[in-house]
């Protein structure tokens, strides 16, 4: 299935819901435009620019734009660890949360045990003291206080 | 007089110690992540936004600037030093910057490019200084539907520099605007696109969405391609000061790419990068040697660079003018200025005077530290280049964390970033550019309000923006910008910018097989536009590799370990002046031996522009002789050639194949393809008649991009396009051997070949043979009958994509001329009119110079060698006195008796070769 075709109608949805939204949001008239007025117009010509390129995609797409393969799975870990991460932030602190999250990261990399440690260890201390302590940036503190 | 006193003030808020240290960590940071490759200005300002909350307005501002173009300078080292960009508007710089460092002129490179982005950043400040306060003053008789005019036409330029497409870029715009509107309304007080989400409610973030966008999409991309260690030069310690000959030919490019530089600079959208290939391109046209360019110019370093940082300072001027971002830093630069309590726009120099003059003064001060403290800096960045990427990203995503949550102490703001670094991601995989929705999503707001309030003004009317002269003039250029290239050559610019830009991420791992293939295209589209197009060798290879990576992924794989550095090595040695690119064969070196493949005429003719070859083929036996022969054959003295060699290694052919060889022989089945003529009988006949089975040839491409060191003479734009376009046929190639299909008739394609000696062939009835061998028959009545083809010199028999193809078959004659000659072998030039379909090759030598082949070509060739020359005639070029050799008919005799015994044992047949050939 082309990309473009894939995207295109992915897009269309989304000028779809914001039409759908605005519509909603009431559109006021021309002396007084609504608030959803804006969202309105904005999901029409999106719409439009969608069907404009799900229709052009017909054809083209197919043989040229193939989709680059993923080499890992590495994407999708690090994205679950960005996610963990924001979830247990303020619940197990800054701190804690932090050598958690380069320690999985450095071993995601086969980096050694002891350096993966050593690293996380000193980037999370490090961060805190440069965040917390010089830049005053309220990080979260956990149970332990940092 | 105004100007002149708000200098001064500016100056004496510059020079305060506390925003001199900003300035100086500014700069300091933003050549840091212009170093860095995969972490760009947009990102590395949105991190450091919050941690700038403290400082008084005027010393976030200040620094932030500073990162912006700071990271002007600092993208030009990693180019130079290492053909990758370290952010996106120092493309170019790799072209030429790169080129200089491998001539060992990494020095002047360097040098060039300080001294070029000081000189451009100075004047472009200087140009800020006039024109800004009298822009303010202009601009504040802007009412709402000048203002609303002005935002169209500022997203229609944005997406009329769009990389991708036009349509996408609208698309991203129009996604921008949507994402502007979530949060409260500002006129009604209604939430939008909340969902009941408190983040919300304020809003999209934008510190969050850009780190998202730009930082961590950028790292997840990065992650799933596969990063080596590029070889990186090592910095030059002086010499970093360039020569008098050196500023005599930079400094018209250094003053033009200011101008050009500035002046896209302040066109939304346009920017550092559009202006660093426009600068180019001009350079290259204005270059009495533009052939040059692309092989170490100077000023193909010093124009860029001068450009890059023009528009840095151009682009500041919509921002502090109007309060409209002409990219996504300076959207950054428009929320910290409100997020500290600043309405940028016409009236920022009369209600903050200390930070329009400040930051306007600091960028002075700045490019001073920038150029001071660089160049002794070198080192010191070319160390951090080598930090590996393993331990950089989870720091940048840690950074990014921080920064997202420390924006408004806010896990939600955290979970947005997460959300737009993952659609940035996906965009990216889809082809979308993040930049128009991160600055329609600035402006979108803004845009909305000046609609809305223009509405109400004329009562419901859209007609006040066409009949206010202003805003009428805007929606008018936009209208035109839309429909029709108004600018052709600014359009040819950026279309070629596009090809580039696409190529040169090659080397930023981000080109794939499908985009490769599109460049290919656009190549060989700009092949037309004479100086359009040049990439640097490397580019050229690893667009190439990207493809055969693509459609052959197992090269990639952990059995072959090295090939990747073979693929896409550097060479090291001086002699290889030719780059090779291959795409390997997996396999035993001892197996490998010297074979013919055969190419099509239509990939012949790729390698042709106006009957000239640009690609020679050549059969090749790939690995370490490669260097060897580059050099044998002269690439490096004489010409600069781009040659394209296809490797072979023979496998042996399956059973049913083995069949239908033999069908083709002897016409068994009525319907299957039929043998139809002699000659092609004779062909299949070699090819099953070879020693223990006939082979199937695998086609590999290898390009080699010609280059001569003496001269610097880069390859053309046609020979690259023409490369190009060989490579992709090779790859068809290579993909159509993959499958099994029937054979193809060959003979009647095959040339008649003149003056070679008479070939005592299958086809002969076993009475003639024995005459002719016996000297009974004369050679001319042999002769006509069997002069279409010859003995294939090396004893198997090839298939090459489909078509029967005698292995070491005849050097074609008509139509070609010898364009080399080598002890090992002869070069032929063909002309693609011709049809000769039988492999490039060169007859195998008749004059017992085997040893030396031997030596080249390692012993299986020599034994081959040997063995032909043994038969004498059937090889070699034949004169009266060379008269075969009365063995010849047994040997041939015996390997068809060998092959039938064979076959018949394959298919089951019981019987001598009377049985089968003769059904």
Known sequence: MPRDLVSGLFWLAVAIFAAVQGLSLKLGNLNRPGAGFFPFWGGVVLGLLSIVLVVSSRGRDAAGGSRARSESSKPLVVVGALLGYLLLLETLGFVAVTFLFLLLLFRLERLTWAFSVVSAGVGALASYVLFQLWLKTQLPPGPFGF | ????????????????????????????????????????????????????????????????????????????????????????????????????????????????????????????????????????????????????????????????????????????????????????????????????????????????????????????????????????????????????????????????????GFLLGILPGAGAIIASFASYAVEKRASR????????????????????????????????????????????????????????????????????????????????????????????????????????????????????????????????????????????????????????????????????????LSTGSFGIFVSRPISGGFLLISALLLHQPLVEGVERAGVAAQARGRVAKADDRELHGGQALEVGRRIHQLGEVPGECQMSRDQVANAVAAQVLERHPELESAEAPGLLDTKFGVPRQPTEAAVGLRAQIVGDEAERRPQDAAVADEDRAAFHRDGQPLVGIQRDRVGALETREARALGWQRGTDRSVGAVDVKPEPLGGTEVGELSQRVDGARADGARARHDAERTLAHRAIGGDGGAERAHVHPVVLVGRNPLNRVGAQAQQLSGLLDAAMSLLRNIENERRTRPLQPVASHVPAVGDRGPVASGCESDERRRRATAGQEPHAALRRKTDQLHEPAHRRALDVDGRVVAARAARIQRGGEEIGEHPDRRWCRVHPAEEARVAVAHGVREDGRADTLQQNLGTDAGRAEGLLHQRGPLGGRHGPEDRPRADTGQIVGHEIDRFVRETAEVLGIEGGRRDLLDS
Not at chain 2, 155 to 172: G, I, N, P, W
Not at chain 2, 237 to 247: A, S, V, Y
């Open chain 2, 289 to 456: 040697h533009p052939e040059r360019f692309g092989a170490g110019a100077i000023e193909g370093v010093a124009g860029p660079e001068a450009a890059n940082n023009a528009a840095a300072g151009g682009a500041f001027i919509p921002l502090l003018t109007l309060g409209i971002p002409a990219n996504a830093v300076m959207a950054i630069l428009l929320g910290a200025l409100m997020i500290h309590g600043l309405q940028p726009g016409p009236l920022l120099v009369k209600q903050a005077p200390d930070v329009f003059w400040g930051i306007i003064t600091s960028m002075y001060i700045g490019n001073a530290m920038l150029l001071v403290l660089n160049l002794p800096l070198i080192p010191l960045w070319a160390r951090l280049l080598r930090v590996p990427y393993a331990t950089m990203y989870p720091l940048i995503l840690l950074f990014c964390l921080i920064g997202a949550y420390s924006v408004g102490n806010n896990i939600g703001d955290g979970i947005v970033m997460w959300v737009f670094g993952i659609v940035g991601y996906l965009l990216k995989k889809f082809d979308y550019e993040g930049a128009p929705l991160i600055l329609a999503m600035v402006i979108g707001p803004m845009m909305e309000e000046a609609l809305r309030q223009s509405l109400i």
């Open chain 2, 1 to 260: 007089m105004e100007i002149f006193h708000g200098v001064l003030y500016g100056l004496q808020i510059a020079l305060q110690p506390i925003n001199l240290l900003y300035c100086f960590i500014g700069v300091f940071i933003g050549t840091l992540v212009g170093v860095l490759p995969g972490l760009g200005p947009a990102a590395a300002i949105a991190l450091l936004l919050p941690s700038t909350f403290a400082a008084s307005p005027v010393s976030a501002i200040i620094m932030l600037a500073g990162i912006y173009y700071g990271a002007m300078y600092g993208g030009s080292t990693t180019s130079i030093l290492v053909n990758i960009p370290g952010e996106a508007a120092s493309v170019v710089t790799c072209l030429d910057g790169h080129a200089m460092a491998r001539q060992g002129r990494a020095g002047a490179a360097l040098g060039i490019a300080a001294f070029g982005s000081f000189i451009a950043g100075t004047l472009s400040v200087v140009a800020l200084t006039f024109l800004a306060p009298f822009l303010a003053r202009v601009t504040l008789r802007f009412g709402p539907p000048e203002y609303f005019a002005l935002m169209v036409l500022g997203l229609t330029l944005l997406t009329y520099f769009a990389r991708e497409s036009t349509v996408k870029a609208l698309m991203m715009a129009a996604v921008g605007l949507l994402c502007g509107t979530v949060g409260q309304d500002t006129i009604s007080g209604r939430f939008r696109f909340t969902f009941g989400i408190r983040t919300l409610e304020d809003g999209l973030g934008l510190v969050p969405v850009i780190m998202g966008l730009f930082g961590i999409s950028e790292v997840l991309l990065n992650l799933e391609q596969r990063y080596q260690q590029k070889e990186i030069f090592a910095p030059p310690t002086k010499g970093l000061l360039p020569t008098r000959e050196d500023w005599r030919l930079s400094t018209t490019p250094i003053l033009r790419g200011s101008v050009l």
